[in-house]
């Protein structure tokens, strides 16, 4: 059945929004959730998704939706352009976050790299552009995409997109994220090369081997990591486990956004077509 004219398929069309299973869904048949199914075609973050259903906004094969709805994998999916349309006015927020501050919620009195994102910190760029105007209602919601130690500086995601959320810290990401690691070595003599072939692939973290990294020197005391996990505190627990002490750490990418010029303690919103993959 083909959708009203007011409507909006997505992806680009339906074909695409009907296609083969995402990695991870069930290539049988077998029904799953809509929300569920929205989640993995990129359409929308599963909660996000119900909210849609619940308003109205979501058809499949033609006939609006319910909550808890089930569908199978060829079915076609439509979202109205107004779901769209708000969803394009969610904040993802770029902050180059300071040592001192937490990435989630408050805890043991240091506040959340949240707070620094006012409109008197938001960055207008080295070229001067100007900047996406901050409104009051664009702070509800903002989230951590991933974390970064108190101790840690570098870039934070923060947005109000579930998708993006999902893209960088769903168990399925598979975005890398680059770090400059000053490390000082606490044995006699250069770290061997086993050990640094150990960081690259090799070691293990609560009994659970850790994914192939990228691990190389930049300097006498500077190592470069690219990761495509984020367990807690992992790349100073590595460096520990072969020895190597870690005096700072700044992450410098994720994905294909970078951290760029943008100084410690200043944010800007992700810019229209920037994508981290």
Known sequence: MNAPRRRSTLPSTGAAARGAPAAGGDASGASMRLSRRMSELGLASRREADEWIERGWVRVDGAVAVLGQKVLPGQDIVVE????????????????????????????????????????????????????RLQRRDLDGLAPAGRLDIDSTGLLVLTQDGRIARQLIGEDSAVEKEYLVRVRHLRPGRLPEAELARLNHGLALDG??????????????????????????????????????????????????????????????????????
């Open 81 to 132: 352009k107004r779901a769209r349309d708000e969803q394009a006015r969610r904040l993802t927020v770029l902050l180059h976050k300071p040592v001192g501050y937490v990435s989630g919620q408050a805890e043991d009195g240091y506040l959340p790299a949240a707070v620094l994102v006012t409109p008197e910190t938001q960055w207008r760029g080295s070229a001067g552009t100007p900047p996406r």
């Open 208 to 277: 659970r081997a850790l994914k192939p990294a990228r691990v190389s020197w930049q300097n006498a005391d500077q190592l470069r990591f690219i990761l495509r996990e984020g367990r807690k505190r992992q790349i100073r627990r590595m460096c520990e486990a072969v020895g190597l002490e870690v005096l700072a750490l700044k992450r410098v990418r994720i994905g294909r956004v970078v951290l760029g010029e943008l100084p410690v303690g200043r944010w800007r919103a992700l810019a229209p077509g920037e994508r981290f993959a």
